[in-house]
T-cell receptor, first 116, second 109 residues
Framework: DVKVTQSSRYLVKRTGEKVFLECVQD?????MFWYRQDPGLGLRLIYF???????EKGDIPEGYSVSREKKERFSLILESASTNQTSMYLC???????????????FGDGTRLSIL | TQLLEQSPQFLSIQEGENLTVYCNSS?????LQWYRQEPGEGPVLLVT?????EVKKLKRLTFQFGDARKDSSLHITAAQPGDTGLYLC?????????FGQGTELSVKP
């Protein structure tokens, strides 16, 4: 069974902290994605990666960075957390070469992050 | 500006009723995917439609892709409480998926 695992289900951090969200997939997928999900806004793409050490900005990259040192692992970093980054964060992976987005994305169960 | 407009955002119906969820855009997509998300879990793919005018059925769920590949609909026949969840449409464009706002469906017994 395919699996995308996010390291934490719930996380509470303070304003100004550096926050790391980790995601691991066991499907040998080339593509990995980070989204945030807010009520009434759907899923918004923060960053994605189509290969090891490659990264592309999504629609809302400000305040975030990512790291992909190994194919199976994609990390999201909040450089200096702020209260407006309180949200549900979802990681996903998909197979296929970059530019071909018809493949389904497989999601983790999300990390609910609260910034106080 | 939302590229994919999904409607309605909320739907509360009785068991046995029929319903339709719409996903509209002014952009053309290479494909459109529908996902369902239950509380505490990530979205799970229901179907992908690729060809303009395509219709796909998944038991009581019928998915349609518009002829111009700009819009899609999801029709559920005789809804059941187990259909309760958040339904998301997502258009494939430029190597990414663009998601609609979602439709929160509640089916009461």
């Amino acid at each position: 069974d395919v699996k995308v695992t996010q390291s934490s289900r719930y996380l509470v951090k303070r304003t100004g902290e550096k926050v790391f969200l980790e995601c691991v997939q066991d499907m040998d997928h080339e593509n990995m994605f980070w989204y945030r999900q807010d009520p009434g806004l759907g899923l918004r793409l923060i960053y994605f990666s189509y290969d090891v050490k490659m990264k592309e900005k999504g629609d809302i990259p400000e305040g975030y960075s990512v790291s992909r040192e190994k194919k199976e692992r994609f990390s999201l970093i909040l450089e200096s957390a702020s209260t407006n980054q309180t949200s549900m964060y979802l990681c996903a992976s998909s197979e296929g070469s970059f530019g071909y987005s018809n493949q389904p994305q497989h999601f983790g169960d999300g990390t609910r992050l609260s910034i106080l | 500006t939302q590229l994919l407009e999904q409607s309605p955002q909320f739907l509360s119906i009785q068991e046995g009723e029929n319903l339709t969820v719409y996903c509209n855009s002014s952009s053309v997509f290479s494909s459109l995917q529908w996902y369902r998300q239950e509380p505490g879990e990530g979205p799970v793919l229901l179907v992908t439609v690729v060809t303009g005018g395509e219709v796909k059925k998944l038991k009581r769920l019928t998915f349609q892709f518009g002829d111009a590949r700009k819009d899609s609909s999801l029709h559920i026949t005789a809804a059941q409480p187990g259909d309760t969840g958040l339904y998301l449409c997502a258009g494939a464009k430029g190597g990414k998926l663009i998601f609609g706002q979602g439709t929160e469906l509640s089916v009461k017994p």
